[in-house]
């Protein structure tokens, strides 16, 4: 099934693409600074000294409702934000996740570990360095979170600022993930909306900074569900092209019950057969719009992708895409 294509998600796209390889090498830095300041946050920035490689900033940024996720690749860098900067009114709190390379804010531990992150405020005066290591270009995530967002769920959350978070690995591994599949445009299908996203990421960055007691509470019970439902749907993503599987197949991969798993559907609209049929409509769907496959009769692609009835994969294809296979395979070669 090397052939099949992943599906697009179509409510996630940037809201920010930028890179400085379209201006002239002289004109890189200035360029970047003018654009960071009036698309991201008013910050003093400055090229590390003893920084000898070419000047290369490119990033990409997602609205996901209330919250903005952010990928910052590049050089060296030194990002300030003073009190004249801070009388801006922006009080957001910024979480950074270290992928490559290294970052510190004055005063904290130096985080070089990969998914090592720490909290700041656009509230507070700060000196921020990213660095790379052996000569490469550094990367990292950032999460922009209005303050309202943010305090609710965490306790004294001005006072985490400093706190270096490496110890709660699974978790920010968890954030690194999610950040890539937003990159690569392939989050579970679990999430329908910015909004939803941008809700199961806050709930992650609360229960690593430190949430209150009722917070850390609601957000247990969000994240495991959605982390559940997420490998369930890659698992029948990945399995449905077994004719025999089965709602305990899913049970026994999850490590649950099949009640559980017909709970988690529940919420989501759908039962497992209807999940396990539209795995496989898609992936015939995916077939018969491939240049390669045209010559395939549409009953081996029903067989490949788990039909034995041809008829019935017939009548439920034009149920779900409005059009015989026939009528779908002459559109897509149009």
């Known amino acids: 099934m090397s052939e099949l294509n992943t599906p697009s998600v179509p409510w996630l796209k940037p809201s920010i693409q930028f890179c400085t390889d379209q201006y002239p090498a002289s004109e890189r830095f200035s360029v970047w600074q003018d654009a960071y300041v009036g698309r991201f946050s008013n910050r003093q920035l400055a090229r590390v000294p003893g920084d000898t490689i070419p000047f290369f900033r490119r990033t990409t940024s997602f609205a996901l409702g209330a919250i903005t996720f952010s990928c910052f690749e590049g050089s060296p860098l030194r990002s300030s934000r003073t009190r004249r900067h801070v009388a801006d009114g922006n009080d957001d709190f910024v979480f950074h996740i270290n992928r490559h390379g290294g970052m510190q804010m004055e005063g904290s531990t130096w985080v070089s570990a990969q998914h090592g992150a720490f909290l700041s405020s656009n509230a507070c005066v700060s ?88 917070a850390k509470a609601m957000a247990n019970r969000r994240t495991v569900r959605t982390a559940r439902l997420a490998r369930l749907l890659a698992y029948v993503r990945h399995s449905f092209l077994s004719r025999e599987l089965q709602l305990s197949d899913a049970a026994n991969y999850l490590g649950t019950t099949e009640r559980y798993v017909q709970q988690l559907l529940e919420q989501d609209g759908k039962t497992f057969t209807e999940l396990v049929q539209e795995s496989r409509l898609n992936a015939a769907a995916s077939l018969l719009s491939l240049r390669s496959k045209r010559s395939h009769l549409i009953a081996d692609i029903a067989t490949q992708c788990g039909f034995n009835n041809v008829s019935y994969f017939n009548r439920m294809f034009k149920q779900r895409f409005d059009k015989t296979p026939r009528e779908y395979r002459a559109q897509m070669a149009v």
Do not use: K
């Open 127 to 214: 000196d921020i360095t990213y660095n790379c290591s052996d000569r490469n270009y550094g990367s990292l995530y950032t999460l922009s979170i209005p303050r309202r967002l943010l305090l609710p769920l965490v306790q004294d959350a001005d006072n985490c600022l400093l706190n270096c978070s490496n110890h709660q690995l699974p978790l920010l591994q968890s954030l690194s993930r999610c950040g890539q599949d937003i990159l690569e445009g392939t989050v579970a299908t679990s999430f329908t909306t910015p909004e939803s996203l941008g809700d199961y990421m806050l709930d992650l960055v609360s229960m690593v900074v430190g949430p209150s007691r009722d």
